[in-house]
């Protein structure tokens, strides 16, 4: 993630859409590194245009029989095979949940409103989000707080790493409010946020929950 913790601010700020989708290949793109350069026929270029001007994109070639694909385009069996790979490995990929995106403080107080239990656990979560604020995954930290710093920011990245995700928001759950954050906390905060840091990733925030509401590092000026 190309964003500074500095720069985030729980005023997370929605990505660039448009910059994300810029940096993917086209489907003629891609297809023409696969299709081949026929000896005595068209390239691979020309092979992949001509079935995009045939069938507009990925997805319609993908729900077209091998026939269809195959008229006005000299497709060899390798090739259509390939076709059929790709049908059924997107049958195979669940369909996408619909994921929340969490760029402001607000919105992340209606996420832990809406998931998080206040049975008086000391055992934090860590939010782990893409570089557009998506929500990767919500994995929860298991003795976490009894960890020393270095621990606790190894055990972090590992969640990390095992689930993906450019940054992290940490959240703990309480079931009434509690006194500002304690000095060794914030503390501890900071380097994990460091050792993030240097691994290329991101702490956004260490947030704690509870009725009252939503208690910030970051929104406090502590991050």
Not at 4 to 11: I, K, Q
Not at 37 to 66: F, Q
Request: hydrophobic share 40%; proline share 4%; with cysteine.
């Amino acid at each position: 993630m190309s964003r500074s913790a500095g720069d985030h601010n729980v005023g997370l700020s929605g990505c660039n859409e448009a910059s994300v989708l810029e940096r993917q290949l086209s489907d003629e793109q891609l297809l023409a590194k696969v299709l081949r350069d026929d000896v005595a026929g068209p390239s691979g270029v020309d092979k992949a245009r001509a079935l995009m001007v045939a069938h507009g994109d990925l997805g319609r070639m993908l729900r077209t029989e091998s026939h269809g694909l195959r008229a006005g385009v000299p497709l060899s069996e390798d090739e259509i095979s390939l076709f059929e790979i790709m049908r059924r490995a997107a049958g195979l990929i669940p369909k996408e949940v619909s994921r929340p995106v969490i760029n402001s403080l607000p919105a992340l107080g209606v996420y832990l409103r809406a998931t998080l239990n206040r049975e008086g656990s000391l055992n934090p979560r860590v939010l782990l989000l893409d570089q557009c604020n998506r929500l990767q995954e919500d994995a929860a930290l298991e003795n976490y707080l009894s960890l020393d710093p270095n621990t606790a920011a190894r055990e972090l990245i590992r969640v990390v790493h095992k689930h993906g995700g450019s940054a992290a928001i940490i959240a703990e759950s309480r079931r009434r409010a509690e006194p500002p954050f304690e000095a060794a906390l914030i503390s501890h905060a900071k380097f994990v946020g460091r050792t993030l840091q240097a691994g290329g990733m991101v702490l956004h925030d260490y947030v704690r929950w509870s009725d009252s509401g939503c208690q910030s590092m970051r929104a406090l000026g502590l991050l």
